[in-house]
């Protein structure tokens, strides 16, 4: 059985009854599977301490951090990226933070000591989190904090990101370490947050050519999606041979999600998780941790996100919603809910999408070309940091 990482104390990273990343959407899933009978390993974290997080991130800004948790305000907030509409303070953050840190760094240690195969982590994924300054709805970040950990171990990590935001913050702290391979599928950054994640950025150093970014244009739907991710993704995951896969699996490339302009439906989720772990088994030895991130349609995220949980743990994700979920849900929401797990097909009218493939397939075809370039780095690699 695949261990699945949750905490009680996940629900604490609260922005407040109006923002978009809501611990609702935690609740929705975690009830969901339990209306379905499942029964999972549930394994409690503990948080991360100060010093696993110190390991990516300044200690003035952690110092920031913890004050704004006691409720100190201060006209430096906003510089440590925090206080704004996006990121607001409140009481308990820093603790809250670094409870979803530890999520993710038990989920990792669990499949790098052998103790699981694979694991799910049903939160985190905080990639905007930047070394010096909170960012895009995350304070510290959990992903990169996790990474450190690996590589601390001696490991090499192939972090794989299809959230429909650049996953910036994990590309930036790992610039110039070249044992950490960092592909992100996103919409492009001339359209959306948080305007990075282009093609030339390949990172610097010893480490170009171990950061791959597939920007898509606004728009694009399953097919064209698919084609990108596996024009890229087997080739660049079989050149770096990683120890181990670590993705982030955002939820808002949905066409329903408000946020963003992708138009993917539940396809493209199940192909991508399905190939990652197909992946993993041919590159990593099977070593595969999965976290949550970004998905803010109440009606889409819970369902893609269950179909991950089904997906890897190996079983055949069921057809319908549990009757008596989707009633208490709908009711709670005030709005109707998608009655299956997986969506049924939609019908988009989409005046450019012969436009927009071919935009799609020329940004693979450009990234293949310069990861061509590129010699597979071997097994052991200087250790940079990007500050």
Same mark, same amino acid.
């Given at each position: 059985?695949?261990?699945?990482?949750?905490?009680?104390?996940?629900?604490?990273?609260?922005?407040?009854?109006?923002?978009?990343?809501?611990?609702?959407?935690?609740?929705?899933?975690?009830?969901?599977?339990? #209306?379905?009978? /499942?029964?999972?390993?549930?394994?409690?974290? !503990?948080?991360?301490?100060?010093?696993?997080?110190?390991?990516?991130? #300044?200690? %003035?800004?952690?110092? %920031?951090?913890?004050?704004?948790?006691?409720?100190?305000?201060?006209?430096?907030?906003?510089?440590?990226g925090l206080g704004t509409g996006d990121t607001p303070a409140f009481p308990?953050?820093?603790? #809250?933070?670094?409870?979803?840190?530890?999520?993710?760094?038990?989920?990792?240690?669990?499949? *790098?000591?052998?103790? *699981?195969?694979?694991?799910?982590?049903?939160?985190?994924?905080?990639?905007?989190?930047?070394?010096?300054?909170?960012?895009?709805?995350?304070?510290?970040? $959990?992903?990169?904090? *996790?990474?450190?950990?690996?590589?601390?171990?001696?490991?090499?990590?192939?972090?794989?990101?299809?959230?429909?935001?650049?996953? $910036?913050?994990?590309?930036?702290?790992?610039?110039?370490?070249?044992?950490?391979?960092?592909?992100?599928?996103?919409?492009? +950054?001339?359209?959306?947050?948080?305007?990075?994640?282009?093609?030339?950025?390949? +990172?610097?150093?010893?480490?170009?050519?171990? =950061?791959?970014?597939? @920007?898509? /244009?606004?728009?694009?739907?399953?097919?064209?999606?698919? !084609?990108?991710?596996?024009?890229?993704?087997?080739?660049?995951?079989?050149?770096?041979?990683?120890?181990?896969?670590?993705?982030?699996?955002?939820?808002? #490339?949905?066409?329903?999600?408000?946020?963003?302009?992708?138009?993917?439906?539940?396809?493209?989720?199940?192909?991508?998780?399905?190939?990652?772990?197909?992946?993993?088994?041919?590159?990593? +030895?099977?070593?595969?941790?999965?976290?949550?991130?970004?998905?803010?349609?109440?009606?889409?995220?819970?369902?893609?996100?269950?179909?991950?949980?089904?997906?890897?743990?190996? =079983?055949?994700?069921?057809?319908?919603?549990? !009757?008596?979920?989707?009633?208490?849900? /709908?009711?709670?929401?005030? !709005?109707?809910?998608?009655?299956?797990?997986? $969506? @049924? =097909?939609?019908?988009?009218?989409?005046?450019?999408?012969?436009?927009?493939e071919r935009r799609n397939r020329r940004t693979a075809e450009r990234l293949?070309?310069?990861?061509?370039?590129?010699? @597979?780095?071997?097994?052991?690699?200087?250790?940079?940091?990007?500050?």
């Amino acid at each position: 059985m695949v261990p699945v990482v949750i905490s009680p104390r996940y629900l604490a990273y609260d922005f407040g009854p109006d923002h978009p990343f809501t611990p609702r959407r935690l609740e929705m899933l975690k009830s969901l599977l339990e #209306a379905y009978g /499942e029964r999972p390993l549930w394994v409690e974290p !503990e948080p991360a301490s100060r010093e696993d997080v110190l390991k990516v991130h #300044a200690e %003035r800004f952690v110092r %920031r951090v913890e004050a704004a948790s006691r409720g100190e305000a201060g006209a430096d907030l906003v510089h440590y990226g925090l206080g704004t509409g996006d990121t607001p303070a409140f009481p308990g953050m820093d603790e #809250a933070a670094r409870a979803l840190a530890g999520g993710t760094l038990e989920a990792v240690r669990l499949v *790098a000591t052998g103790k *699981a195969p694979r694991a799910l982590q049903l939160g985190g994924g905080l990639h905007h989190a930047q070394y010096d300054r909170a960012s895009g709805f995350c304070v510290y970040n $959990d992903l990169a904090i *996790a990474i450190r950990w690996a590589l601390d171990e001696g490991l090499r990590v192939a972090y794989v990101d299809v959230d429909v935001h650049h996953g $910036d913050g994990v590309q930036w702290i790992f610039y110039d370490e070249p044992r950490v391979l960092t592909l992100s599928l996103h919409e492009s +950054g001339r359209y959306l947050f948080p305007g990075t994640g282009f093609v030339h950025e390949l +990172g610097r150093g010893p480490a170009v050519g171990t =950061k791959l970014n597939l @920007p898509l /244009e606004p728009f694009t739907e399953d097919e064209s999606w698919i !084609e990108a991710f596996e024009m890229v993704v087997p080739r660049a995951l079989e050149h770096f041979r990683p120890d181990l896969v670590l993705v982030q699996s955002g939820a808002d #490339a949905h066409h329903l999600d408000p946020l963003a302009d992708l138009l993917l439906t539940t396809r493209a989720f199940r192909h991508a998780f399905t190939r990652l772990l197909e992946l993993a088994e041919a590159h990593a +030895g099977g070593r595969i941790a999965f976290t949550l991130g970004g998905g803010y349609s109440l009606d889409a995220t819970p369902r893609v996100w269950a179909l991950l949980y089904f997906l890897v743990q190996g =079983k055949t994700p069921p057809e319908a919603l549990p !009757e008596a979920w989707r009633r208490h849900w /709908e009711a709670v929401l005030g !709005e109707p809910l998608t009655p299956t797990l997986e $969506d @049924p =097909k939609p019908e988009f009218t989409i005046p450019r999408r012969a436009e927009i493939e071919r935009r799609n397939r020329r940004t693979a075809e450009r990234l293949l070309v310069l990861l061509r370039d590129f010699s @597979p780095p071997g097994k052991t690699g200087s250790s940079g940091s990007s500050r």
